[in-house]
């Protein structure tokens, strides 16, 4: 009996916390819409920059990050074919990629990292002075395709 009249306690005691908050009110003003954007466009850009590198790679190299540029670094064996930076082409590989440039300056390189990596060897990241890098290693012979997933929170 004693048990019954705790869990009875119990279940009204939860079931008044749940429904005893008074529901949330639509804005009615434009002043507490605007507030409300603020705090979601706050609240967005708060969430880091998800950056997605991908391509068909054969041997060794690394990707500098910069506040002003991207550049990629051959090391040995043959050079990356078919990249996508940030779901666009990057061609030239030496060039700084057009969405970088975008968005570059307005990161925080220095707390950046790896989400998801995809590939049959080494991808790693080394924080730097001035960014960060990113090196992919396919030691195997031939080529094949890597995905890196990277996350680099936005400066405040």
């Known amino acids: 009996m004693k048990l019954c009249l705790q ?7 939860t079931t008044s916390l ?12 434009e002043t ?3 507030q409300d954007a603020t705090t979601f466009d706050d609240a967005t850009d708060a969430q880091p920059k998800l950056l997605r590198i991908s391509g068909r790679f054969d041997g060794s190299g690394r990707i500098t990050f ?4 991207v550049r990629y670094i051959h090391k040995h064996w043959g050079r990356p074919s078919r990249v996508l ?4 082409p990057w061609n030239s590989l ?6 970088w440039r975008d968005f570059g300056d307005r ?8 989400v998801k990596r995809q590939g049959r060897d080494v991808i790693a990241l080394e924080h730097t002075p001035d960014g960060f890098d990113i090196y992919i290693c ?3 012979n031939g080529a094949a395709d890597y995905a890196v997933t990277l996350a680099v929170p936005r400066r405040n």
């Open 7 to 13: 869990v009875l306690l119990y279940l009204m005691v």
């Open 18 to 29: 749940s429904f005893g908050a008074p529901p949330k009110s639509k804005p009615n003003s």
């Open 32 to 34: 507490e819409r605007r």
């Open 66 to 69: 910069r506040a002003d540029a």
């Open 85 to 88: 930076f940030d779901g666009e």
């Open 94 to 99: 030496d060039r700084t990629p057009a969405p």
């Open 107 to 114: 990161l925080d390189l220095s707390k950046a990292w790896i």
């Open 138 to 140: 396919d030691s195997p």
